[in-house]
């Protein structure tokens, strides 16, 4: 998940050689963070100020309550630290860490040396166990197991 779309956390530079989405900072008019929240504006305070804004970046939220989620993250995207970090805090806001069965409530997989969205090459053995974990993770959803 986009989580942050004003991050600059080390990922965002560490992992730019390695993913397909191309780094594009804030300052850049064309940035997707730009074109979401105020597109043709100039980038000033305001603007700014409304990336930490929860409707835009969760990881801002407050998710005390949500229903059990889970989430993929590839090991060499850029986002990386970004929906880890958000994985972490989701945690922290959790009044309970497991369901009835003793299932996470928040699942974070990582799978190294992937890039984002990493789904897409079902050719790749990473993509397999992330479709089974997904299949896993709904029938223990369904079956409240």
């Given amino acids: 998940p986009w989580v942050e779309v004003n991050s600059s956390r080390s990922s965002h530079y560490d992992n730019d050689q390695f993913d397909f989405i191309p780094p594009t900072p804030t300052q850049w008019p064309f940035s997707p963070a730009r074109l ?3 597109p043709g504006q100039p980038l000033n305070k305001d603007i700014l100020g409304m990336f930490t804004n929860p409707l835009i970046s969760p990881i801002y939220g407050d998710f005390s309550g949500c229903p059990p ?5 590839g090991g060499k995207e850029m986002m990386h630290d970004d929906i880890c970090e958000f994985a972490c805090r989701v945690k922290k806001q959790q009044s309970c860490h497991e369901d009835k069965a003793g299932h996470p409530l928040v699942k974070l997989e990582i799978y190294e040396d992937m ?4 789904h897409l090459f079902d050719f790749t ?4 166990m992330a479709y089974a974990s997904i299949g896993d993770f709904t029938c223990q959803l369904i079956a409240g197991k």
């Fill in 36 to 38: 979401l929240v105020a």
């Fill in 125 to 128: 053995d990473a993509a397999a």
């Fill in 115 to 118: 890039p984002h969205v990493f």
């Fill in 69 to 73: 989620l889970l989430i993929h993250v």
